[in-house]
């Protein structure tokens, strides 16, 4: 009776369940976050951990059977279930949020966690082991990506389990990881649309040296008129960059194809890249000079994203805003 387009596989090992349960640090004063919890397996220790559980189930028939699981113990006064997709419900107060969730919403849910505010402590998240391995990738790790970056900027991440098919039923096709995700704080301020289009540039071939990337025809036409632009506004006293600090756009970086597509390989994407825009360089131009001047300036010519750190990341668009060069 489960539904596999709801990623509906329900934890069976009691000892896996006591392990994320210990791992993830509740205090009897928690208000814990569940994400999808199906049967109530783990909803069960949650609740003897913390002081409160939110569930937020999107299955009708798994919100009946949780109710009549706690119907008529002490446990139900302490839990409050929510019928509705995690992604299209306003999320309550939190301290922290443990959950075996359905893979197919990992990447979507991690920015819409990570946006949330006021921000909680810690998320303790079950995922397909390749988007784990994505979330903690080091600069030079094969899956360093721009998922990676994009989440290292507002959380720290580590590994915390590995765990195999067999510990669920019906077993998943793919291995699984438990993460703790914990928000900086204080957050890494950025401008939302620059950092989202620079990293977009950047890993668009992140095995190819910056100089090469930074050369690209469509590349430096694409600047240029953001450059002009920002020109011309300046010219007429409007100010378009006001640093407006807003915050990342999550929605929009959460559903991005290269994000959700676990299959993807990104470096035979990479190669296909190379096939359609080469590495035609656009004709020699002043506006190119100045371009490849901050590349220079901060020694990233012959660097590769694959590298990078994220400190290297919001080092190099600083350089660029200085420069009046912006990429949104
Ligand atoms: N937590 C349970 C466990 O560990 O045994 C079940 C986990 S199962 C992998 C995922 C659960 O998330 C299912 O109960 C499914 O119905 C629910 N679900 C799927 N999509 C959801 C969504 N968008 N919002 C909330 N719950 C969802």
Known sequence: SFH????????????????????????????????????????????????????????PRMVLELQRRFQGTPLSNRLKVIQGDVLKTELPYFDICVANIPYQISSPLTFKLLNHQPSFRCAIIMFQREFAMRLVAQPGDKLYCRLTVNTQLLARVSHLLKVGKNNFRPPPKVDS???????????????????????????????????????QKSVITLLEKNY????????????????????????????????????????????????????????????????????????????RSSKLTLQEFLYLLSLFNKAGIHFS
């Not at 069960?44 to 569930?55: C, S, Y």
């Not at 401008?191 to 930074?214: A, M, P, V, Y």
């Open 4 to 59: 596999k387009s709801k990623g509906q596989h329900i934890l069976k090992n009691p000892l896996l369940v006591d392990s994320i349960v210990q791992k993830s640090g509740i205090k009897s004063t928690d208000t814990i976050l569940e994400i999808g919890p199906g049967t109530g397996n783990l909803t069960k220790k949650l609740l003897e951990a913390g002081k409160m559980v939110i569930a937020v189930e999107v299955d």
């Open 177 to 215: 990881s438990v993460v703790r995700i914990e928000p900086r704080k204080p957050r890494i301020e950025v401008k939302q649309k620059e950092w989202d289009g620079f990293l977009r540039i950047c890993f668009n071939r992140k095995n190819k040296t910056l100089g090469s990337i930074f050369r």
């Open 228 to 303: 002009k632009t920002v020109q011309a506004l300046k010219l007429t006293g409007q100010g378009l960059m006001e640093d407006n600090h807003d915050e990342i756009d999550f929605s929009r970086l959460g559903n991005s194809n290269e994000d959700l597509s676990m299959d993807v390989d990104d470096d035979g994407a990479d190669e296909e890249m190379e096939v359609e825009d080469g590495d035609v360089e656009g004709e020699a131009s002043e506006f190119k000079d100045k371009v490849l001047a901050v590349l220079k300036e901060g020694d990233f010519e012959e660097k």
